[in-house]
T-cell receptor, first 114, second 110 residues
């Protein structure tokens, strides 16, 4: 299965600023996703990162707040824009090769907004 | 939207005991996945199930894809301290998106 490197692993940010999280996969993958995991909660899908086109966002998430890039088949970024304390969470990148293969997750980025 | 009902929410067990947890849904899924998440880490895939009725083992772990495609269970036999963590079920929908259960927190008494 793919190996995912995600950075930064954690950050403390001032409200009103933006943070870009990077996700690097060690091999080409068909699909990449971004999830949010609030403290003590399960994972919620933010969006599907589409290679070479705009990401597909889930209900409750919008591009202006969470712009996503995916310039190639191994790399994606998620930006958390104009942050507020409510954005404090763990953000996780996931990748899959498709064809029924399981999904691999990065170690996550633990974001605290103060 | 689709929801997975995962139970139990948490459990304390004695080392050496067997553990069982399950997920149910009102929706049909193409694939069921079971993950374990340790503190400060991302979820790690334990078992993937692709066919209704499929029973799959991975060491001390056994999982089954329900015949109706709306449920799955995970069993852990002879639990050990390193089994501590949060276990998530996930169902795969069309379009390759995953929906996650709320998680089962496993605590082991040594």
């Amino acid at each position: 299965s793919a190996v995912i490197s995600q950075k930064p692993s954690r950050d403390i940010c001032q409200r009103g600023t933006s943070l870009t999280i990077q996700c690097q996969v060690d091999s080409q993958v068909t699909m990449m996703f971004w999830y949010r995991q609030q403290p003590g909660q399960s994972l919620t899908l933010i969006a599907t990162a589409n290679q070479g086109s705009e990401a597909t966002y889930e209900s409750g998430f919008v591009i202006d707040k969470f712009p996503i890039s995916r310039p190639n088949l191994t790399f994606s970024t998620l930006t958390v824009s104009n942050m507020s304390p409510e954005d404090s969470s763990i953000y996780l990148c996931s990748a899959a090769r498709g064809g029924g293969s399981g999904y691999t997750f990065g170690s996550g980025t633990r974001l605290t907004v103060v | 939207g689709q929801q997975l009902n995962q139970s139990p929410q948490s459990m304390f067990i004695q080392e050496g005991e067997d553990v069982s947890m399950n997920c149910t849904s009102s929706s049909i899924f193409n694939t069921w996945l079971w993950y374990k998440q340790d503190p400060g880490e991302g979820p790690v895939l334990l078992i993937a199930l692709y066919k209704a009725g499929e029973l799959t083992s991975n060491g001390r772990l056994t999982a089954q894809f329900g015949i109706t495609r709306k449920d799955s269970f995970l069993n852990i036999s002879a639990s050990i301290p390193s089994d501590v963590g949060i276990y998530f079920c996930a169902g795969q929908l069309d379009g390759n998106k995953l929906v996650f259960g709320a998680g089962t927190i496993l605590r082991v008494k040594s």
